[in-house]
């Protein structure tokens, strides 16, 4: 985990977001303009592979990633993967002033008392937010992710014949592909949005540092679930009704399917503005100028409509691909329908080897 810094990498890593519903890689190489993709490949997962976070199906994941490797011909082994939902923790808090390495020293100590977990249990790491904030002491993000977790994630990557490098979190590889794409000045906040199949995670950025972070247990299975149940259809037609397809299916009207998106999109708005909400309330850099949103959800027209009805606040789509040369992909339009849902992945991919 980093507060990215954008200088272009001479090494990369190629960036593996292994959803809940699907595995996307992306493969970038840094050229002396800025980013330019090579590769971007996406696999759908078996229902319940991975459930709260947990990889439940590891072959069926290995397959995946094998299969996207293959048919994108990729040759590239390190990687960068990232974990978010119930078994990670960030937490904001300020500590008196000290060096990177007294941080380092300390932390273990100071994260007991943040931390719902046993500290054996958990891998930690910090990073300083701002040195100085106006009650002299110093900003720090605390993260701790579970272990046995992170084995599960490093292990299918190694059986998958990759080598696991870094792992990150959801909220930062957002905010890596932002930052990279698009400039928003000092003093102002963002609110980034990523919709997933099962977990949304927010990022708030002031002045290009993460101000405030939350994952919300809803997704875009929750538009499957209710098409599945209101609709009395099937998983697989519930899939493909909320994509847009299959609208010949019998006793099934196009205005049925936008009445649940509409009622799921309201719902998931609703837990978005709570969060803005709370960080408005807890802050004094709430002032937020626009939302991103990103994931898979991020096309569904009712979502974007709701979400800006309750927070009043502009919402765009995050294109991750928006400053990046894609001449190399043979694909072109296929990616660009595929940016929103490819955001955490390019996020990754902007990441080093060499970084901690």
């Not at 205005?255 to 503005?273: F, G, L, P, T």
């Not at 894609?326 to 080093?352: F, H, K």
Request: aromatic letters at 6%; proline letters at 3%.
């Amino acid at each position: 985990m980093q507060q990215q810094r954008f200088l272009l990498a001479n090494k990369t890593v190629l960036g593996l977001d292994i959803g809940s519903s699907s595995v996307k890689i992306t493969q970038l190489k840094a050229t002396k303009r800025g980013y330019q993709l090579l590769n971007f490949g996406h696999m759908q997962l078996p229902q319940e592979s991975i459930v709260d976070g947990s990889i439940m199906n590891s072959s069926a994941v290995v397959d995946a990633i094998r299969e996207v490797l293959a048919s994108k011909k990729i040759k590239q082994k390190n990687t960068a993967v990232s974990v978010s939902g119930h078994s990670v923790i960030l937490k904001k808090i300020s500590l008196p002033v000290m060096t990177h390495d007294e941080l380092e020293e300390s932390i273990q100590w100071e994260a007991e008392q943040y931390i719902p977990f046993d500290i054996n249990d958990v891998y930690l790491d910090v990073t300083i937010l701002n040195e100085h904030n106006e009650q002299g002491q110093m900003d720090v993000l605390l993260v701790a992710a579970k272990k046995d977790m992170i084995q599960e994630y490093t292990n299918v990557i190694e059986e998958a014949g990759l080598r696991p490098m870094v792992v990150d979190v959801d909220s930062f590889a957002l905010q890596n592909a932002f930052e990279v794409n698009y400039e928003t000045p000092m003093g102002e906040t963002v609110a980034l949005v990523n919709v997933g199949a099962t977990v949304v995670n927010i990022n708030c950025l002031h002045s290009r540092v993460s101000a405030f972070t939350r994952d919300i247990s809803q997704g875009g299975h929750n538009y499957t679930e209710e098409i599945q149940k209101q609709l009395n259809v099937s998983y697989e037609e519930a899939e493909a009704l909320k994509m847009g397809g299959l609208t010949e299916i019998d006793s099934v009207v196009p205005q049925e399917v936008e009445r649940v998106m509409k009622e799921v999109s309201e719902n998931i708005a609703n837990d978005v503005q709570r969060s803005l909400d709370f960080f408005a309330a807890t802050s004094a850099t709430a002032n937020i100028r626009k939302i991103y949103l990103a994931g898979g959800c991020a096309h569904v027209p009712a979502l974007s409509r709701c979400i800006e009805n309750k927070t009043g606040v502009s919402v765009g789509i995050l294109n991750p691909f928006e400053q990046m040369d894609l001449s190399r992909v043979t694909d072109e339009q296929a990616v660009r329908a595929w940016a929103p849902a490819a955001t955490v992945s390019v996020g990754l991919a902007l990441r080093s080897p060499d970084d901690r």
